[in-house]
């Protein structure tokens, strides 16, 4: 079966400070990849997809990147966080049907 | 483009009551997915349905039911008998093909079960 690891759960972290957050699938091959951010009251934002290997969009310019290098690994990454950073992170994957998307746990983000 | 707008920020009701959650969309597709999803307070999404654009019945799951009515572009979820432990973020979502599959989704109702 399918399933989908996000770590950490919790992470506080200094402004300034670098961020890597990262995502894995296991079971499937060549899934599609999201990461989406929910700030405190708010709904989910969609950051970065990937339909492969290295193939990253961006759907909001920001203080963030994500990479693909493996083909079930989703990384979030940031080389200087910011107080506007903080929110809750989900990784999710979808088969490249529509209809179909895992959700992980989420990481709490607390930039200080 | 694709949006989804959830107008009930939040909704409080007493246990056993009937709540209903509007969702409202609005896309140029003529092929799309309409889903609904429950945040509990541990902050995971939980799935609910799923329903595609040629699927305008409505379902009933248990005390869940869901009204999808293309001609007024909404996805209404009602819970029959609410509990305390349907006290959860709810999220509207809207999926369409191409495009990476996107799953753009609403700000979501806090909807508060009391005893």
């Known amino acids: 079966s399918q399933t989908i690891h996000q770590w950490p759960a919790t992470l506080v972290q200094p402004v300034g400070s670098p961020l890597s957050l990262e995502c894995t699938v296991e079971?499937?091959?060549?899934?599609?990849l999201y990461w989406y951010r929910q700030a405190a009251g708010r709904g989910l934002q969609l950051l970065f997809y990937?339909?492969?290997?290295?193939?990253i969009s961006s759907e909001v310019p920001q203080n963030l990147s994500a990479s693909r290098p493996q083909d079930r690994q989703f990384i979030l990454s940031s080389k200087k966080l910011l107080l506007s950073d903080s929110g809750f992170y989900l990784c999710?994957?979808?088969?490249?049907?529509?209809?179909?998307?895992?959700f992980g746990s989420g990481t709490r983000l607390t930039v200080v | 483009a694709q949006k989804v707008t959830q107008a009930q920020t939040e909704i409080s009701v007493v246990e056993k009551e009937d709540v209903t959650l509007d969702c409202v969309y609005e896309?140029?597709?003529?092929?799309?997915?309409l889903f609904w999803y429950k945040q509990p307070p541990s902050g995971e999404l939980v799935f609910l349905i799923r329903?595609?654009?040629?699927?305008?019945q409505n379902e009933i799951s248990g005390r869940y039911s869901w009204n999808f009515q293309k001609s007024t572009s909404s996805f209404n979820f009602t819970i029959t008998a609410s509990q305390v432990v349907d006290s959860a973020v709810y999220f509207c979502?809207?999926?369409?093909?191409?495009?990476?599959?996107?799953?753009?989704f609403g700000t979501g109702t806090q909807l508060k079960v009391e005893l």
């Open positions: 999710a994957w979808s088969n490249g049907r529509v209809g179909g998307y895992t």
């Open positions: 079971g499937t091959s060549n899934p599609n």
């Open positions: 990937s339909v492969g290997i290295g193939q």
């Open positions: 896309t140029r597709d003529t092929t799309y997915y």
């Open positions: 329903r595609n654009s040629f699927d305008e």
């Open positions: 979502a809207l999926s369409f093909t191409g495009g990476g599959n996107k799953l753009t």
